[in-house]
Nanobody, 131 residues
Framework: QVQLVESGGGSVQAGGSLRLSCAAS??????????MAWFRQAPGKEREGIAV????????????VKDRITVSMDIPSMDNAKSTLYLQMDSLKPEDTAIYYC??????????????????WGQGTQVTVSS
């Protein structure tokens, strides 16, 4: 059973930084790769994908935030079936306030930011940016 657990959310003032983490477990690595991504959903808005990484080091970002965020994936061991996805967010703005979700797909290396492509989801972590 794949499990994704996010952490690192909180409240910060505009201009500040946060680093989110997503710990993944319960899966098996394959030669086809693994993809993990960050989505966010602001109040009254649709969930949007903002950053994605695959197990081969590839990354992709949404244009709206790519200048302020960095995604990375840490895979300590292919035999351990655990990985951690990070999201470093800098120069935060009030409009970055949202619930941030981690998501994953197995057996692919495709750097997609489409919500429909992802099978596994975390519970989300709240990020609040005050002006």
């Amino acid at each position: 059973q794949v499990q994704l657990v996010e952490s690192g959310g909180g409240s910060v003032q505009a201009g500040g930084s946060l680093r989110l983490s997503c710990a993944a477990s319960g899966f098996t690595y394959s030669k086809y790769g693994m993809v993990m991504a960050w989505f966010r959903q602001a109040p009254g808005k649709e969930r949007e994908g903002i950053a994605v990484s695959n197990s081969y080091g590839g990354t992709n970002y949404a244009d709206s935030v790519k200048d302020r965020i960095t995604v990375s994936m840490d895979i300590p061991s292919m035999d351990n079936a655990k990985s951690t996805l990070y999201l470093q967010m800098d120069s935060l703005k009030p409009e970055d306030t949202a619930i941030y979700y981690c998501a994953a797909i197995l057996y692919t290396d495709r750097l997609t930011l489409q919500q429909i492509d992802f099978v596994y989801w975390g519970q989300g972590t709240q990020v609040t940016v005050s002006s």
